[in-house]
């Protein structure tokens, strides 16, 4: 309904506010000796800024919408339960690129996505070191600074350029897996492949039509909500490595510009399974 969508409207508002605000704090942050430390695995790294910032957004937002569900990387890792339900549902990630936040390599972002239904109706992510703000609502555009962004139309794949993350996993059949993949795609040959560190910000990279197409094993919800929508709005696909709809808790994806393109990563991909985001027994559905 019209009433929805100008309620919706303003939470936007209110996220494009709160993830600059965030986003300066990170900026900021870079600059000073960082305390690290690390969660899962040895090169699962977290700072203090990591969970400040996400502090910060989420009691910021339900200062103002106590009524919504808040999912944020840093406060699951404490114990909470990941699940997306009707409610409204904000999906947060404070720092994405936490490892090259360590080391000051520029591609860090704040990411906000906002889903009501299980749809996700808008996203905004903050380029924490240029200050870049890309946004987009479902059904408005997709924007960088205000101005309208559009994905690359090209279907040819070996005029493509490729980006791609690596994952949580680090084991040898992991690796294996993952490089296969790689050499697939460089001996297509495509124009080159492309790992920057940061999941958000290289899924903004294919919504402006730097890149033509990404796919990754093992990110998760909170790397995807934001961008999703903004690169949908911006005219591309984001899918499911399978080739059929995008699962936000699957935690895998395959985004371009083109369906052809979209395609031609999927036929390629050998899958490397990760846990579901909401893989919880007795979850909430
Ligand atoms: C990570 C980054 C990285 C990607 C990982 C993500 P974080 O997010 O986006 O590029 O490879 O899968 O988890 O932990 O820095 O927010
Ligand atoms: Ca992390
Ligand atoms: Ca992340
Ligand atoms: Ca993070």
Redesign the pocket.
């Known amino acids: 309904t019209s009433e929805s969508d100008k309620c919706w409207g303003e939470c936007m508002d209110v996220a494009v506010e709160v993830a600059c605000r965030a986003g300066k704090v990170v900026q900021e942050a870079v600059k000073h000796e960082k305390s690290v430390s690390t969660k899962s695995t040895p090169t699962?790294?977290v700072t203090e800024a990591?969970q400040q910032v996400e502090e910060l957004i989420i009691s910021t937002l339900r200062d103002k919408f106590p009524s919504h569900r808040f999912i944020g990387?840093e406060s699951s890792a404490a114990g909470e339960k990941c699940f997306l339900t009707d409610s409204p549902s904000w999906i947060i990630?404070p720092?994405?690129?936490?490892?090259?936040?360590v080391h000051s390599f520029p591609m860090v972002a704040v990411s906000i996505g906002f889903a009501v239904k299980k749809e996700l109706e808008f996203g905004v992510i903050y380029h924490c070191f240029d200050g870049t703000l890309y946004t987009a609502r479902k059904g408005h555009g997709a924007f960088c600074n205000g101005v309208r962004i559009q994905v690359s139309k090209e279907k040819d794949v070996s005029k493509a350029l490729i980006l791609t993350?690596?994952?949580?996993k680090r084991d040898p059949a992991t690796l294996n897996i993952f490089s296969g993949n790689i050499m697939k795609l460089l001996s297509a040959p495509t124009h080159g492949v492309r790992?920057?560190?940061?999941?958000?910000l290289?899924l903004c990279l294919i919504a402006t039509g730097a890149a033509e197409a990404y796919y990754?094993y093992?990110?998760?919800c909170?790397?995807i909500a934001a961008a999703a929508v903004i690169i949908r709005e911006a005219g591309g696909v984001v899918i499911d490595t399978s080739g059929g709809p995008l699962d936000l808790m699957s935690r895998r994806v395959v985004a371009a510009g083109t369906h052809e393109m979209a395609n031609y990563i999927v036929q390629q991909l050998q899958p490397i399974s990760y846990e579901r985001d909401d893989s919880d027994p007795g979850v909430q559905k």
């Open positions: 699962d790294l990591d990387e990630d720092i994405d690129g936490t490892c090259n936040f993350e690596i994952g949580a790992i920057i560190g940061s999941s958000t290289a990754q093992g990110l998760h909170w790397d």
